[in-house]
């Protein structure tokens, strides 16, 4: 595989349990947009030293609607991926309720990743390149690319 499949392998698994995530910090308090909005910050607190997806953007120089998900690479897809799923298991199997309580465990798990990253010498999310290329524009590419060879090929 090479980076532009993995990036989307991992993208596509970071949706579906992402879902999930949403579902079980509802489950565990986080209703509204805003609550969520803090609820998703605090994971990546916790996975970024701090950073917000705001300042997130902003050190990937990205623009205000850019998904921030769809400009990682794979290495920082999967740290989040790992983040989301620990996040969504620990809230589930500690059965943790109310906004705060929920908040903090997703800063904990997202706390716990990186700390496990520089354990093993890795390089910190927010020190990874930025990909040139969107998820949108790579899926846009292969689309186009499978067209392309429906339209070559002979008719029988």
Same mark, same amino acid.
């Given at each position: 595989?090479?980076?532009? *499949?993995?990036? =989307? @392998?991992?993208?596509?698994?970071? $949706?579906?349990?992402?879902? =999930?995530?949403?579902? @079980? @910090?509802?489950?565990?308090?986080?209703?509204?947009? =805003?609550?969520?909005?803090?609820? *998703?910050?605090?994971?990546? $607190?916790?996975?970024?030293?701090?950073?917000?997806?705001?300042?997130?953007?902003?050190? $990937?120089?990205?623009?205000?609607?850019?998904?921030?998900?769809?400009?990682?690479?794979?290495?920082?897809?999967?740290?989040? =991926?790992?983040?989301?799923? &620990?996040?969504?298991?620990?809230?589930?199997?500690?059965?943790? &309720?109310?906004?705060? $309580?929920? #908040? &903090?465990?997703?800063?904990?798990?997202?706390?716990?990743?990186?700390?496990?990253?520089?354990?093993?010498?890795?390089?910190?999310?927010? #020190?990874?390149?930025?990909?040139?290329?969107?998820?949108? *524009?790579?899926?846009?590419? &292969?689309?186009?690319?499978?067209?392309?060879?429906? *339209?070559?090929?002979?008719?029988?």
């Amino acid at each position: 595989m090479d980076e532009d *499949q993995k990036r =989307l @392998a991992i993208r596509k698994e970071m $949706k579906k349990h992402n879902k =999930l995530l949403v579902a @079980a @910090a509802k489950d565990a308090g986080v209703k509204s947009g =805003l609550d969520y909005a803090i609820f *998703q910050n605090c994971g990546y $607190k916790g996975l970024y030293g701090g950073m917000t997806a705001k300042d997130i953007k902003a050190n $990937k120089h990205l623009g205000k609607n850019d998904d921030i998900l769809d400009y990682m690479g794979h290495e920082e897809l999967a740290a989040n =991926l790992f983040r989301t799923t &620990q996040t969504e298991a620990k809230l589930r199997c500690e059965h943790i &309720q109310g906004k705060e $309580k929920t #908040n &903090q465990a997703h800063y904990e798990v997202g706390k716990e990743v990186r700390d496990t990253i520089s354990r093993l010498g890795g390089t910190m999310p927010e #020190n990874l390149p930025t990909p040139e290329k969107s998820i949108k *524009q790579i899926e846009r590419e &292969q689309k186009n690319l499978g067209k392309n060879k429906q *339209q070559k090929a002979p008719h029988q």
